[in-house]
């Protein structure tokens, strides 16, 4: 049962990145859209994830709920290491589901809508930004269990290039599939072409931001480039995702809308299954001490097979409610 339990972790993580992710990038591609045309795109974007915003953090939800239950080590080393950049990032999302339903549900439309945009734009960037650095954090080996003062606990372990070069990766990954994902939402010939060009251009950010990763850790003393280089199954990985970048630049000339959405989220789920191949089971290296595993950290016994059946049956209700949720506001209201 302890497999299933991961299978579901992973899942949700993927998930979380694909759909929040997208989500929290709608808000991205919004900061980064000309004023003039900003008003459309808050609508477009609105009328798109609204539906379904808050049942994205389903997912998050599920892994902090996997992680206490059925690995409490790894969860209690991250809430405690880990405490200030969790906290900014919740808060970030806090800030933003706050301000997505002011700035539509305010009876009175002042400057605050003004307020309203601000808060959502800069958090969209600050949640993804802030979730970055903390998975940055988890697998840097700057997490010291036996810090011998506050810096080195509560901030040394996660305030250096490496964590932030990955918060800014994933902030670029966030918008990139939030521009592709939104193409096939509008008719709008100028506006689709306003998001094919930001698509491309967060492409490239995204490149970039994803060599990044590497110039940091190399600065920062980790053997992040050798590694993956050395990996055949990690690099196959990186190469595919290379592949399919190349597939998709061709796709976003012409704004199809499913093969796009395809290989965009194929596409980051191969840079995550490159670097989740590589540190399994290894899910926090430390500076000292041994690493927490998905192995070493279970809860073994009771707690993961109880939590596994419970994540076997809810399944059979959350998946089916979820894809109906998302299929329902595809269609068109003719063909409701």
Same mark, same amino acid.
């Given at each position: 049962m302890l497999y299933v339990v991961i299978a579901f972790l992973c899942l949700a993580i993927l998930m979380y990145l694909l759909l929040g992710g997208a989500d929290f990038g709608a808000g991205i591609v919004e900061l980064i859209t000309p004023g003039a045309v900003r008003e459309k795109v808050r609508t477009i974007t609105y009328s798109t994830i609204g539906p379904i915003w808050e049942a994205n953090h389903m997912w998050l939800i599920i892994a902090i709920v996997i992680l206490f239950v059925g690995f409490p080590p790894i969860y209690t080393m991250l809430s405690v290491h880990l405490h200030i950049p969790l906290v900014l990032m919740l808060l970030g999302i806090i800030g933003r589901g706050t301000a997505f $339903? %002011?700035? /539509?549900?305010? @009876? +009175?439309?002042?400057?605050?809508?003004? +307020? =309203?945009? #601000?808060? %959502?734009? =800069? &958090?969209? %960037? $600050?949640?993804?930004?802030? #979730? *970055? +650095?903390? @998975? *940055? @954090?988890? +697998? &840097?080996?700057? $997490?010291?269990?036996? @810090?011998?003062?506050?810096?080195?606990?509560?901030?040394?372990?996660?305030? /250096?290039? %490496?964590?932030?070069?990955v918060g800014i990766f994933t902030v670029a990954i966030c918008g990139f599939l939030a521009a592709v994902f939104l193409i096939g939402e509008v008719e709008d010939e100028a506006i689709k072409a306003l998001f094919i060009q930001r698509a491309k251009v967060l492409t490239f950010l995204t490149f970039i931001s994803g060599g990044l990763v590497f110039l940091a850790a190399e600065i920062d003393g980790l053997s992040l480039t050798k590694e993956r280089f050395t990996d055949w199954v990690s690099l196959s990985f990186l190469i595919l995702a290379t592949v399919c970048l190349v597939i998709l630049w061709k796709y976003l000339r012409t704004g199809h809308k499913t093969i796009c959405r395809l290989l965009a989220g194929f596409q980051i789920t191969l840079i995550l299954g490159s670097f989740g191949y590589h540190y399994f089971p290894d899910f926090i290296i430390v500076k000292s001490g041994e690493n927490l595993s998905l192995f070493n950290s279970a809860a073994m016994g009771l707690p993961i097979e109880t939590l596994g059946w419970a994540l076997l049956l809810g399944s059979l209700l959350i998946l089916p409610s979820l894809f109906y949720l998302i299929y329902s506001f595809q269609r068109r209201p003719a063909e409701l």
């Open positions: $339903i %002011f700035r /539509h549900y305010d @009876a +009175v439309k002042d400057d605050m809508q003004r +307020v =309203y945009n #601000l808060i %959502f734009t =800069y &958090s969209s %960037f $600050i949640t993804p930004f802030f #979730l *970055g +650095v903390i @998975a *940055g @954090a988890m +697998v &840097s080996g700057q $997490i010291d269990p036996n @810090a011998p003062d506050f810096y080195s606990a509560y901030i040394g372990s996660w305030l /250096h290039l %490496f964590s932030i070069s």
